[in-house]
């Protein structure tokens, strides 16, 4: 229940920064990691993660995936931190408490190859273009021919944008979320 509280006290902080009011709810992480098979093995990359609502039912449906998670805000990143810990998960997901631009610079930095999958939670319907297209631009640097970017949003404002760098793009609307959303799908 804090970490319930700490999410919404956040959203009303820093609202460019916090995608909804509440953390992510079943059926929209769902349909998020609907496209990724329960035996794949390789590294996720989750940006945005919240409290970890997403981070802890991908870890449930993948359990010999790595995830690599990030999450600007402190709090929320140290209750999801938490959550990880209580469910038992440690070693193999990670929650950084850091910018998704830093995670990109780290993996570079650290010649960490490419993913099959980005999941993004960032609000980018609150961003600046500028902010966007260095967000767009560094997903598909990170991405392997093939991968997907799994993108939610309350709106379809950002669709051509994305569509712009990902011509491969599907859109699936999750009408029993609070508030509704959509999900982008959309393959390099």
Same mark, same amino acid.
């Given at each position: 229940?804090?970490?319930? +509280?700490?999410?919404? +006290?956040?959203? +009303?902080?820093? $609202? @460019? ?28 990359? #989750? ?5 970890? !609502? *997403? ?8 359990? #010999? =995936?790595?995830?690599? =998670? ?23 997901? $990670?929650?950084?408490?850091? =910018? !998704? ?6 993996? &570079?930095?650290?010649? #960490? ?16 273009? &500028?902010?966007?297209? !260095? ?18 949003? @309350?709106? *379809?404002?950002?669709? &051509? ?5 990902? =011509? ?19 393959? &390099?």
């Amino acid at each position: 229940m804090k970490a319930h +509280l700490d999410f919404f +006290l956040a959203a +009303l902080s820093k $609202q @460019h920064q916090i995608g909804g009011i509440v953390p992510s709810q079943r059926f929209l992480i769902n349909k998020m990691i609907e496209p990724i098979p329960p035996t794949y093995r390789g590294r996720i990359i #989750e940006l945005g993660a919240g409290t970890g !609502a *997403l981070t802890l039912r991908l870890a449930a449906r993948c359990p #010999e =995936a790595e995830i690599l =998670a990030c999450e600007i805000d402190p709090v929320l990143a140290r209750d999801g931190k938490e959550s990880l810990l209580r469910a038992g998960h440690n070693g193999r997901v $990670q929650l950084l408490p850091i =910018a !998704a631009e830093n995670l990109f610079e780290r993996l &570079k930095s650290n010649g #960490e190859g490419k993913v099959d999958f980005v999941i993004s939670g960032i609000p980018i319907a609150c961003l600046g273009r &500028k902010e966007v297209n !260095a967000l767009l631009d560094s997903i598909w640097g990170a991405l392997r021919e093939g991968g997907m970017y799994i993108q939610f949003q @309350h709106s *379809l404002i950002d669709r &051509k944008r994305i569509q712009a760098r990902f =011509a491969d793009l599907r859109i699936a609307p999750v009408l029993l979320n609070f508030p509704p959303a959509v999900v982008y799908y959309a393959r &390099k």
